[in-house]
C-alpha cells in the first residue's frame, strides 16, 4: 500500500534514512487520549480528521473513504470522516458509536493511541474501558447545544478515573457563525462544572472538526483566538512529568531466573525513578534492599523512569514474589485488606453483595468480597442515593475485602497500584472497575489471635478428622431427608456431628435474608463461616442447603480447605421435585405466590465435579447415607 497524494512531511527522510526515521519514531513519546461527549458531537468526524491530516490514510482507504461517504455518508458531498473510525456495520447504519475504536497514528513530534468512546449512557462501560489508560480526553461539546447532561456525565467518568488533563473541544462552530460568544459562554458555563468535579488544567479549543478550524493550523475563521490548536496542545501537553514525580513504585510480573548466577525482578516501572544503589522496599512482605543492576536486552541502565518494562536485581537475598510490589524505601505504598473504593459495575448481572470475586490489582490475583454498597452515584445529577445492590454501568462507593494484604496507593495518587479489575470466578469476565479511596481502620486494627489448642489436638480428642459434608439440590430432592439419616449414621459410629439444616437456620441467624439471588448468597456466606468454625471445633458438619450458585459453593471450598470439603449433589429432576413438593412451595411458586424460587424463576447451577452424587430416583436415603459414610471412610475420616 502506498499513501495518497498528501504525502507525509518525512518522506524525504524515509526515501533517504530509514533506519534513521524508524530510530526517531521509536523514541518518541506517546500520548494516550480519548475523545467523548454527547451523542453526534462529532467524536468519530474529529479522529477522521486528524487521521487524514496526519498523512495516516492510504490511497485504497482514501478510495473506499471516498465511496462509502457516498453511500452511506452524512456530509452530502464531502467526504465523512466519521467513516474511518465507525468500523461497526451497526454504528454505520445507526450512525453512532457503540464500541471502543482505537486508532494509531504519528506525527513529526509524537505518537499517539486514540479511543473513541460511546456516547450513549448505556455504553458507560464501554467509555471506562477506553478511558482506563488514557492520559487525556477530549471532551467535544456541539457549539449548538452546550454543556449538556451527556457532558457532565462524561466529564465526571473522567475525573473520577483520573484523567488529569482535558481538552474542551467546542465543535460544530461553523454552524453557529464562529460566534465568539457562543464559545466563551459554553467555556464559563463547563469551567464552573469542572471546578466542582476537581478537574483543573482544561485547555478550551474552538473548532470544526469537519472544516479542519484550528485542528492543525490557527483559523482564520477565529482570528478572536490566540491559544493552542488541537494537534500543537496534543504534541506538547506534558504527561511524563506527572508519573516521574511520584514515588516510584514497580508491580513484580515475573521472577528472572534464567540460570543459578542471576536472580532478578521483571516488571513495568509504573512511576517515579530507580536507579542502581536506590533502597527499595518489597511489600506486602516489607524486606528492604538496595538496587544493584537495572537489567535491559539492551544493556544496564544507569535509571530508568516509568512506562520503562526492565528486570531489576537486589543486593541481598529477601523473599520477592509476583505480585508483589518494589516500592522506594522512603515513600511506600500502604498495606491493607479493606477498602472504600468506587466501583463501576460492568457486568451484565448485577453485583451480589458478599460473593467472591477474583480481583486483578496490579501483577496481584486476590479474592475479593464487596459488602453492600454505600451509596450509588447519579453521574447526571452527582445525587447519591442508598442502594443494595450495583446494575449495569451504575457507578457507587462500596467497602471491598481482600482475602490477603494486599500494597496499594489511593487511586487519585497513583491509579496502577489504586485501581483494580473485579472478576467473576465461573466466567472469567470482567465484572467491575475499582478505585480505592482510602483504606479501612478495620483493616489495621484487626489481627488474629493465636490459639494453643490447635486442630490437630482437636482431632485427636475427637477420635476423627474434621469434615463439612454439603448437600446441595433443588427443593424436595431430599437433601434433609438424607442428611438426617447421615448423622444419624454417623452418631451411632460414634463421630461428633452436627446438622446444619437451611430452614433451621432461617429460624434464627438468618431471619433477617430473603430470597433475592443477593439474599441467598449472603445466605450462604454466614452457613460457611458457622460450619468452618464447627469445623475447627473438630465437628463433622453436615450442611443441607439449596445454595443455588456454584461460586458461593466453590468459596465454600476454597475457605475450609478442599481436604476438609466435600461437595454432594443430590441429583433430582426439577419435574421430580415438584411432583414430590412436599412443603407445597412449587404450587406457590407456579401461581407467582414466591418470586425468585429455585429451579422456577431463580437458576439453579448444578455441582460440576462433586465428590459424591446421589440420584433419589434410584437411590434411598438409607443408600445414600451408606455411601457417604463409605466415602468418609475412604478418605480417612473415620476409621
Known amino acids: 500500500m502506498t499513501h495518497s497524494t498528501h504525502s507525509a512531511p518525512s518522506a524525504d527522510l524515509i526515501a533517504d534514512d530509514i533506519e534513521q526515521y524508524l530510530e526517531r519514531h521509536a523514541n518518541k513519546s506517546m500520548l494516550r487520549f480519548l475523545t467523548c461527549g454527547s451523542v453526534d458531537d462529532g467524536k468519530s468526524t474529529l479522529i477522521g480528521r486528524l487521521l487524514y491530516e496526519s498523512k495516516l490514510v492510504f490511497e485504497d482507504q482514501l478510495t473506499a473513504l471516498e465511496a462509502d461517504s457516498r453511500k452511506v455518508g452524512t456530509q452530502g458531498e464531502g467526504l465523512d470522516f466519521a467513516l474511518l473510525v465507525d468500523g461497526l456495520a451497526a454504528e454505520r447504519e445507526q450512525g453512532i458509536t457503540i464500541d471502543v475504536a482505537y486508532r494509531y497514528f504519528s506525527t513529526e513530534r509524537r505518537k499517539f493511541v486514540v479511543a473513541d468512546t460511546p456516547g450513549h449512557e448505556q455504553y458507560t462501560r464501554n467509555m471506562v474501558t477506553g478511558a482506563s489508560t488514557a492520559d487525556l480526553a477530549v471532551i467535544l461539546v456541539d457549539a449548538r447545544k452546550g454543556v449538556l447532561t451527556q457532558t457532565r456525565r462524561h466529564s465526571y467518568l473522567v475525573s473520577l478515573l483520573g484523567i488529569r488533563h482535558v481538552v474542551l473541544a467546542v465543535n460544530k462552530l461553523d454552524l453557529v457563525g464562529y460566534s465568539q460568544e457562543a464559545f466563551e459562554r459554553i467555556t464559563d458555563d463547563y469551567s464552573r462544572f469542572a471546578e466542582e468535579i476537581g478537574l483543573g488544567d482544561v485547555v478550551a479549543i474552538p473548532m470544526s472538526a469537519y472544516v479542519g478550524d484550528n485542528l492543525t493550523e490557527p483559523s482564520p475563521n477565529t482570528p478572536w483566538y490566540q491559544g493552542p490548536t488541537l494537534m500543537g496542545h496534543l504534541e506538547t501537553v506534558e504527561i511524563d512529568d506527572d508519573l516521574i514525580a511520584t514515588p516510584f513504585r514497580m508491580p513484580v510480573q515475573w521472577v528472572n531466573r534464567p540460570d543459578l548466577d542471576f536472580r532478578g525482578f521483571s516488571g513495568q516501572i509504573v512511576s517515579g525513578v530507580v536507579r542502581p544503589g536506590d533502597r527499595v522496599r518489597v511489600l506486602p512482605g516489607g524486606g528492604e534492599s538496595s538496587v544493584a543492576r537495572i537489567v535491559t536486552r539492551d544493556g544496564d541502565l544507569t535509571e530508568a523512569t516509568a512506562g520503562r518494562s526492565v528486570t531489576v536485581t537486589l543486593a541481598d537475598e529477601i523473599d520477592v514474589s509476583r505480585g508483589d510490589v518494589l516500592a522506594v524505601a522512603d515513600a511506600v505504598p500502604g498495606v491493607a485488606d479493606q477498602f ?50 450495583l446494575a449495569l454501568n451504575e457507578i457507587g462507593v462500596c467497602n471491598i475485602s481482600f482475602d490477603r494484604p494486599v500494597p496499594y496507593d489511593t487511586y487519585r495518587a497513583n491509579r496502577d497500584t489504586g485501581g483494580f479489575v473485579l472478576i467473576d470466578r465461573l466466567t472469567n469476565a470482567t465484572v467491575g472497575a475499582g478505585m480505592i479511596e482510602h483504606q479501612l481502620r478495620r483493616s489495621d486494627n484487626l489481627h488474629w489471635q493465636a490459639v494453643d489448642v490447635d486442630e490437630r489436638a482437636r482431632e485427636q480428642l475427637m477420635g476423627h478428622r474434621p469434615q463439612i459434608l454439603w448437600l446441595t439440590g433443588l427443593s424436595g430432592s431430599g437433601k434433609s431427608t438424607i442428611a438426617n439419616e447421615l448423622e444419624r449414621r454417623l452418631h451411632a459410629l460414634g463421630a461428633h456431628t452436627y446438622l446444619l439444616d437451611g430452614d433451621n437456620v432461617r429460624h434464627g441467624l438468618n431471619r433477617d435474608l430473603g430470597f433475592t439471588d443477593a439474599d441467598r448468597v449472603e445466605n450462604i456466606r454466614r452457613v460457611t463461616e458457622v460450619a468452618r468454625l464447627m469445623a475447627d471445633a473438630g465437628l463433622i458438619v453436615i450442611a443441607s442447603f439449596i445454595s443455588p450458585f456454584r461460586a458461593e459453593r466453590d468459596a465454600a471450598r476454597e475457605l475450609v480447605g478442599p481436604e476438609r470439603f466435600c461437595e454432594i449433589h443430590v441429583d433430582t429432576p426439577i ?20 418470586p425468585h424460587f429455585t429451579g422456577i424463576d431463580s437458576p439453579y447451577e448444578p455441582p460440576r465435579s462433586p465428590e459424591v452424587r446421589i440420584d433419589t430416583t434410584s437411590v434411598a436415603p438409607e443408600e445414600a447415607a451408606d455411601r457417604i459414610v463409605g466415602f468418609l471412610r475412604s478418605r480417612g475420616v473415620i476409621a
Open 575 to 594: 419435574s421430580v421435585a415438584e411432583e414430590r413438593d412436599p412443603k407445597g412451595l412449587y404450587r406457590k411458586a407456579r401461581r407467582g405466590e414466591l
Open 340 to 389: 472504600e473504593a468506587r466501583l463501576v459495575w460492568m457486568g451484565e448481572d448485577e453485583m451480589l453483595p458478599e460473593r467472591p470475586y477474583l480481583c486483578q490489582i496490579g501483577t496481584m490475583r486476590a479474592q475479593a468480597r464487596i459488602t453492600r454498597p454505600k451509596h450509588k452515584i447519579n453521574v447526571n445529577s452527582l445525587e447519591k442515593t442508598a442502594t443494595n445492590t
